[in-house]
Every structure is written in structure tokens, then in C-alpha cells.
């Protein structure tokens, strides 16, 4: 389902025991995020989307909005694309114009690995507005279900092992160009002129 501002608001504290489920974060991060969350469903161009179980709780969340300078996400993949080469630098001056940042996509780990994750992605990226859609998630060691999912739907490559400020784990940035491919496309096909790394294009006159 779709969800407005006033919908997140109704739901916010399940959908942030969604997140920290899913995450695997302590309790209090609850607390801690939900000031966050609350700023981002008022950002110009915020979209959310949710799933719902038969008895109407919260199965998973998706939201995202587009990204823009000044703020914090932009700012610290901005700092790592510039130091990132000459590569790096080219797509600070495209990707970062234009894009959609998806910002949050939980599903609550009893229902995961039934395709929810997937469609929320595509019900929240159907009508794209940007070139792009951005995302950062954690490294891992071994590919886990995020990480299936993002290369499913095509995700390249922006930065690897990448350091947050607020977060001394290293992250992936992931991107792609939009909109997605229909679903059972193979992975990449179209999602950039490049396998495993994305490469900046024409961008959308704004």
C-alpha cells in the first residue's frame, strides 16, 4: 500500500521495530530514529510504501526521496565520490544532479525471502521522476538477502567500502539507472553500459 505522511505517523513506531528487527539494532534505536524519520516524510518528493500482513501489522516499510545538497546523505557520498578518482568525480558532477535515494527498505525477518522486499521496491520506484536511484547498505562478507535483492533489481556499484561518519562499518553505495527492468530481466541488463560498477549517462534536463 501507499503511505502518506499521516499514514507513517500512525505507524511510526511499528515501523521502526520493523527496521530494527531487520537490522538487528538494539530496542532504543526505536527512540532515537524516530525524530529522523518524522523530518524525512516532510521532504519535498518523499514517497513511502508499506505491506501488510492478513491482520493488517506491518510486514515492511520502503521510503526514499529525492536527494539534494545540503543534505547529509548527499554531503557523504559526495565526499566519497571526490575521492574516489577521476570515475568518482564524474559522477559526483551527474549522478548526484538527479536522483532518487532510497532511503529505507526493511521487511520484518519472519517474512523475509517471499518476494515483499522486491515489491516494495518496484511499487515505490514505479513512477520515476529521477534518472537515478542511489542506496548504501552494508558490506557484507557473504551475499545476504539485501544484497540478492539489489543486485536482482540491477544495482551497480558507486563506492565500496565506504565510511559514514555516523557509522564506523563500511558501506556499499549502490545505484542505477531508472526505471527498473521488468521483473526476470537478468541482473545488469540494463542498468548500466557497464557489469558490477555504475557509469554516469545522460541525465534528465531539470
Do not use: K
Not at 530494527?20 to 519535498?44: D, I, N
Not at 537515478?132 to 565500496?160: H, I, K, M
Not at 527492468?181 to 542498468?191: E, N, S
Amino acid at each position: 500500500v501507499d503511505l502518506d505522511p499521516d499514514d507513517l505517523a500512525a505507524r511510526l513506531d511499528e515501523a521502526l521495530t520493523v527496521y530494527v528487527r531487520a537490522m538487528g539494532y538494539p530496542s532504543g534505536t526505536v527512540r532515537q530514529r524516530r525524530p529522523m524519520w518524522v523530518e524525512h516524510s516532510r521532504r519535498p518528493g518523499w514517497r513511502a510504501v508499506g505491506a501488510l500482513g492478513p491482520d493488517r501489522s506491518l510486514w515492511g516499510i520502503a521510503y526514499g526521496y529525492p536527494g539534494a545538497r545540503g543534505q547529509w546523505w548527499f554531503e557523504e557520498v559526495r565526499r566519497g565520490l571526490l575521492a574516489d578518482g577521476e570515475r568518482g568525480r564524474e559522477l559526483a558532477d551527474t549522478v548526484l544532479h538527479d536522483y532518487f535515494e532510497l532511503t529505507e527498505l526493511h521487511v520484518r525477518p519472519d517474512v523475509q525471502g517471499d518476494g515483499i522486499g522486491e515489491a516494495l521496491a518496484r511499487r515505490l520506484l514505479a513512477r520515476p521522476t529521477d534518472t537515478y536511484v542511489l542506496l548504501s547498505t552494508p558490506e557484507a562478507e557473504q551475499p545476504n538477502r539485501a544484497w540478492s535483492l539489489y543486485r536482482r533489481l540491477g544495482f551497480l556499484d558507486l563506492l565500496r567500502r565506504h565510511r559514514f561518519t555516523s557509522d564506523p562499518r563500511p558501506f556499499a553505495v549502490l545505484g542505477r539507472r531508472l526505471p527498473l527492468d521488468p521483473p526476470g530481466t537478468p541482473p545488469g541488463a540494463g542498468a548500466g553500459p557497464r557489469p558490477g560498477r555504475l557509469c554516469a549517462g545522460p541525465v534528465r534536463p531539470v
